[in-house]
């Protein structure tokens, strides 16, 4: 009998966990380790940023799930790999700290045959000041909590303007390194057809900052999108959607500094500049979350398993394998 540990239960890791606990639940040990209770299906959040989804619809518990189909779920954080082993342990471990109440604090030592590592990217607002949720000055949609508190601020602005005020909404990425921009352009989508839904698109400037080198870029080199049986590249399909809901967008832009009210960018041509801003939700650069791993004498061995940004090394070979590899 085989034991294979998946750190995480995102998108990536509960879709294997649910391969592996059905396939192979049975004959073989598949433990998860993940800190949250419950899953969240993450493209979702963006409706919750709007009031048009409740938390509720886009997470669910995952011990039900876990328990129907055979694997063992443990609400806990990883905190290093150790991949040949430590001190008590000939076979390679992790080392994990739960994070249910019932257990909160408590460390353990876990060994694997193999190991899944699914832990998704840590939101690092600290690579701009001034970026994220408080103590930040920004919103963001990037967990159910964020987009709870995105909404919260959305319709204050919306109550503001229903009295006749004007508001700017700055929507887009909060560093030169950030992702993610489809997200965000659901986002500024969703929130230019709330504000006309409540009467008060008129009062609003809808602005897109991002670091694309062009607007429909999207951070994978564009897109061809099929409408109306014509293929259109990305830049003019969402250079004329932006144009026709009359959004202004702002390109190859690092955001550097956020201060209350004011966004501080700097833009490829080296210009230095400014936006003054009532609500933003701007999407973070990602890091890895920080796992460490030592070797059986307790040595780092951090830097052969992670890229400086904290992301494990992959091999990035995608091409498919047999079943039995
Ligand atoms: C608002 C938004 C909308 C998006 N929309 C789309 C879309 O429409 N289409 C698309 O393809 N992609 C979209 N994405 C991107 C997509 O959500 C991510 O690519 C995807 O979630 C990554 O999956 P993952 O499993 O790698 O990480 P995640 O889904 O982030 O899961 C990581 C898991 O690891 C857990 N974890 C964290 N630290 C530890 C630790 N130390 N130990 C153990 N577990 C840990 C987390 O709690 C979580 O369960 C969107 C992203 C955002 C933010």
């Known amino acids: 009998m085989a034991r294979i540990v998946i750190l995480g239960a995102g998108i990536s890791g509960h879709t294997a966990a649910r391969c592996l606990g059905r396939w192979i639940g049975k004959q073989h040990e598949v433990i998860v380790v993940s800190p949250r209770a419950k899953w969240n299906w993450v493209p979702s959040n963006i409706w919750v940023a709007v009031g048009e989804m409740t938390a509720d619809q886009v997470t669910f518990d995952l011990a039900p799930i876990y328990k129907k189909i055979n694997v063992d779920f443990r609400q806990a954080s990883a905190l ?19 994070t249910s109440p019932e257990l909160a604090g408590q460390t353990e030592s876990i060994a694997y045959d193999y190991l899944i590592n699914a832990t998704g990217p840590k939101l690092n607002f600290g690579a701009t000041p001034g970026l994220g949720p408080a103590p930040g000055y920004t919103v963001s949609v990037c967990t159910p909590d964020h987009a709870l508190e995105a909404n919260a601020q959305l319709q204050k602005q919306i109550a503001a303007m229903q009295t006749g005020e004007r508001r700017t909404f700055v929507i887009g990425t909060g560093h030169g390194m950030a992702t993610c921009q489809g997200a965000a352009f659901e986002y500024i989508c969703n929130v230019d057809h709330r504000l006309r839904e409540a009467g008060v698109r008129k009062q609003a400037r809808l602005v897109w ?20 049986g014509y293929v259109t590249n990305g830049k003019a399909f969402i250079e004329s959607l932006m144009a026709e809901r009359g959004i202004e967008w702002i390109t190859r832009a690092h955001v550097s500094k956020v201060e209350p009210g004011t966004i501080h960018y700097e833009l490829l041509d080296g210009s230095y500049n400014e936006l003054a801003f009532d609500f933003a939700m701007l999407i973070p650069p990602f890091a890895g979350v920080g796992l460490k791993a030592y070797d059986p004498s307790g ?22 394998k047999p079943y039995e590899d």
């Open 80 to 98: 290093s790999i150790h991949p040949e082993g430590d001190a008590a342990h000939a076979k390679p471990c992790v080392k994990i700290e739960y």
């Open 209 to 228: 900052l991002s670091n694309e080198y062009e607007v429909g870029d999207l951070g994978i080199g564009g897109v061809h999108v099929t409408r109306g």
């Open 299 to 320: 040595a780092d061995i951090a830097d052969a398993l992670f890229a400086p940004n904290g992301f494990m090394k992959v091999d990035a070979d995608y091409t498919p």
